[in-house]
């Protein structure tokens, strides 16, 4: 008996420490704050009957918005559209796509798939797709440009995995955050489990066609937004629960940079995604899924031997952990110091959840909110 536990052992200590491609890292964060105090929802979003949402088929999975000066607004859509919505009251156009023929309305590399979008100006669309790349669309034609080609060498990584982007007005600097080096689609779930910091935010110069690295070591930055002084650019770790702000300095006595990274908040109650300006100040950061319902989960974090084995045994744990999280939405409206203002909660309108960004309409008045996954929008006035 002893003999053949012996051995059993030993064959299970040779296959836990085979050689994988799972490589979990021990890290520790914070005790999931309680939904009370700044998480407490604000008196806007206790009125269930002022938050609307619009059932727009076409629509699905807009996980960004964005409008121009005339009101209009733009979505990338899940199997690779991007819309044009003139009107509420009328169907939204298809101005470009990313599919490609072999699309089958999966997500894939295929179908191609807009997440982060930007104007560039009334004329000119930016959008950053995962698989794809960066590219420009006339607002009027559709007339599609790629800017920087999915794969693309930067700083001697390829440039896979792309989720949001801003872009500098001024200088034409378009900042574009990549998830992780490591894990390509649909393997994105492993980066939450395995806890590896592989991601980066990088740069493009318009008019030059310059790509460079502004950041590495990220773990899985998801949204990015620039600072209203252009100085420094907001950024969301959804992997660490976080948002910081990365200063964009240069040293001018040299070419090198000096940006440094200051943490705003370290220990939000959720995953956050997105984030977009506040018209009031501040910013707002889109939460899909709370913390609480994987707290158990999380306690993993400090043991990477024991993730690797239920890795081994099924791997597929790191999808459904990432999945039964998906169970809320709500809007952090954050102050310019990373301290909370409001909490807009959306988890219980019309089963509209896994929201993805937060985005207030040009007349200041009115909040509409997207969905990595469900349909349409959600409308609610915050004025």
Known sequence: MVYWSTIIGVLFGIYLAWPCAFDPQEFVTGNPPALSGAYNPSKCSLKADTRQRLHLPQLVGPESLVFDTKGNMYAGTLYGGVYKVSSLNTPPVLLTTMRTLKCENTESKECGRPLGLRMLNNDTLLVVDLFHG??????????????????????????????????????????????TQRWPFPRLNYEFVEGTCTGRIL??????????????????????????????????????????????????????????????????????????????????VAVPSLRTKVKSTELLNRWPLLRRLIWKITPGFAYSFIEDAMVYGMCLHYHNNGTILDTYHFHDVDNFRHISQCTVAPDKKTMYVSSRVDSGVVVMPIA
């Open 203 to 284: 740069s493009y110069h318009i008019p030059t066609g310059e790509a460079d690295e502004v950041a590495t070591g990220l773990c899985f930055p998801n949204g990015v937004q620039l600072s209203k002084d252009g100085q420094s650019l907001l950024f969301t770790e959804s992997t660490r629960f976080r948002l910081s702000q990365l200063s964009l300095e240069k040293n001018t006595s040299s070419s090198s940079s000096t940006n440094t990274t200051t943490v705003l908040d370290d220990n939000i109650a959720g995953i956050p995604d997105n984030i977009r300006p506040h018209p009031d100040g501040g910013y707002l």
């Open 134 to 179: 960066l590219f420009s669309v006339n607002t009027d034609t559709g007339a599609t440009r790629l800017l920087l080609e999915g794969g693309d060498l930067i700083a001697g990584q390829e440039m896979t995995m792309l989720n949001d982007l801003d872009v500098d007005l001024e200088t034409q600097t378009v900042y574009v955050s990549q998830i």
